[in-house]
């Protein structure tokens, strides 16, 4: 056997040169972007919901890898399942046999939303989406996807003809057609559905850029209005589903929504196997393959692949045996209910929002004349600052990984892994509670990295 390789080696010669290397061959913004907002560290070991830095400092993650590690980094039972998986030694993606792993995944994933049939792999969030689209085109015949204003839902080029932003979408044009409706606003939806060329709604239960759950009773009255102009109702459970906001599938929150196609991913992954799911009715799929000319019509190479299954059926094990869905909703009630307790107390701090472990803390203009000069400065140069201000220190001082929620919004989203509990919301709680004293004396290093972050998007535009 060859032994040309050695990851060890290579990562003990090379691993220092990581900057670098982006630089010099990937995105080269991420360094600088790093660079930028003092995040330009070097993390070298994670387990659960932390990771630590080269000196053995402990890091408490909120952000999940944007989602994907749902059950936290390396859990022991998906960590088994791959190596098992690999050790097994299968025949694997022959493509002309039917392997066992995609079937019993799908059986499960189905077994959580019963008036689903059927079920399609592939690798990612984006490509669960592409195929929700093509089917639903295809299915109902017409050309047209509605989707929300601020949605996300991947950025390859027919997700991006349902992004409801357009900073994503600037300069790719021309994208498919399709049309987009303020989340909540069922009159512009039935308008919209009147000229019947819609194929179907898609919609994040609870939107990820911002934090913004669809507003109570929009879920089933529209899957009532997209029926009865038999349109089809996608939801994009791509980081709310699999437990992340207290269900299973966020669109569960309300009795009665059931949905024609819904989107996973992310979680699914275990954090290690890429893999995207759409799932959908039985006679979606009849149409969309309706002749054995047809079974490739929609297809990926690596759909179904032996790795990403293993882990997709030990994630959802998991799941079931250490109640991962009743912990995201109970930690998410603490740690949303002890946030909310401090927008009483700080001027600057405006909502507490979200569901489970989905959370969004958004912050707004103060009333105090002495806060309020430093808060219009801030917004003159580019919304979104402040929020960049705290997730600053809770990085640097408190080492918690948090994000801003998105591009000119000053919302912080928190989606730590499910598996989180009482310190970790502790620790969050504490942290956050220092970082608005410092932010509400209106001066220190907080305010100064504000100057600097101004001056810089002065000088970017
Ligand atoms: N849909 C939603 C709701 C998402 O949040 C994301 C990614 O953040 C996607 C789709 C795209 O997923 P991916 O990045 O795996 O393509």
């Given at each position: ?59 408490l ?9 749902g ?10 399942a ?32 019963p ?45 991006l ?39 179907g709604?898609?919609v ?29 109702l ?5 980081q ?37 799911a ?7 799929f ?31 094990a998991?799941?079931?045996?250490e ?35 989905m ?103």
């Amino acid at each position: 056997m060859s032994d040309g390789f050695d990851l060890g080696r290579l990562l003990a010669e090379r691993g220092d040169e990581r900057y670098a290397l982006h630089a010099r061959h990937l995105n080269h913004q991420l360094p600088r972007m790093l660079h930028t907002i003092g995040f330009d560290r070097v993390y070298e070991r994670a387990q659960g919901a932390h990771f630590w830095d080269a000196e053995g400092n402990d890091h408490l993650d909120m952000l999940a890898g944007f989602g994907v590690m749902g059950l936290g980094r390396h859990h022991p039972v998906v960590r088994k399942a791959l190596h098992d998986v690999l050790d097994a030694g299968l025949a694997d993606l022959t493509r002309f046999d039917c392997p066992p792993l995609p079937g019993l995944l799908a059986e499960r994933l189905l077994a959580h939303s019963p008036h689903l049939d059927r079920v399609f792999f592939g690798n990612s969030g984006t490509e669960a989406v592409e195929t929700a689209l093509k089917f639903a085109r295809y299915a109902t015949g017409r050309g047209r996807i509605l989707y929300c204003d601020h949605a996300f839902h991947g950025l390859t080029a027919g997700s991006l003809s349902v992004n409801g932003e357009r900073g994503f979408r600037d300069g790719f044009a021309p994208l498919l057609p399709d049309t987009a409706v303020p989340l909540g606003d069922l009159d512009a939806l039935e308008r919209e559905l009147r000229r019947g060329d819609v194929a179907g709604l898609i919609v994040e239960p609870i939107q990820g850029k911002g934090v913004y759950p669809a507003p109570p009773g929009y879920l089933p009255a529209a899957q009532r209005l997209l029926r009865e102009h038999r349109a089809l109702l996608i939801a994009d459970e791509v980081q709310t589903g699999l437990g992340r906001t207290g269900d299973f599938y966020a669109y569960q929150h309300e009795d009665g929504v059931e949905p024609d196609l819904v989107c996973v991913a992310k979680a699914l992954s275990g954090g290690y196997v890429p893999v995207g799911a759409t799932l959908g009715k039985d006679w979606i799929f009849k149409k969309v393959y309706s002749s054995m000319d047809r079974v490739l019509v929609h297809s990926a190479s690596f759909g179904g692949n032996a790795q990403a299954m293993a882990a997709g059926l030990a994630v959802l094990a998991v799941m079931e045996d250490e109640g991962t869905v009743a912990n995201a909703r109970a930690t998410g009630d603490l740690l949303r209910t002890r946030l909310a307790a401090l927008v009483d107390r700080y001027e600057l701090l405006h909502e507490v929002r979200g569901r489970g472990l989905m959370i969004g803390i958004e912050f707004g203009r103060p009333a105090s004349l002495r806060l309020r000069g430093r808060w219009t400065m801030l917004q003159a140069a580019r919304k979104g600052l402040f929020a960049q201000m705290v997730v600053a220190p809770l990085l640097q001082k408190h080492r918690i990984l948090t994000q801003v929620s998105g591009d000119h919004l000053e919302v912080i989203k928190l989606i730590p892994p499910l598996v989180i509990g009482e310190s970790e919301v502790d620790r969050f709680v504490t942290a956050f509670t220092e970082v608005m004293d410092e932010a509400h004396s209106g001066g220190g290093l907080m305010w100064d990295f504000g100057k600097t972050l101004m001056k810089q998007a002065v000088a970017a535009r």
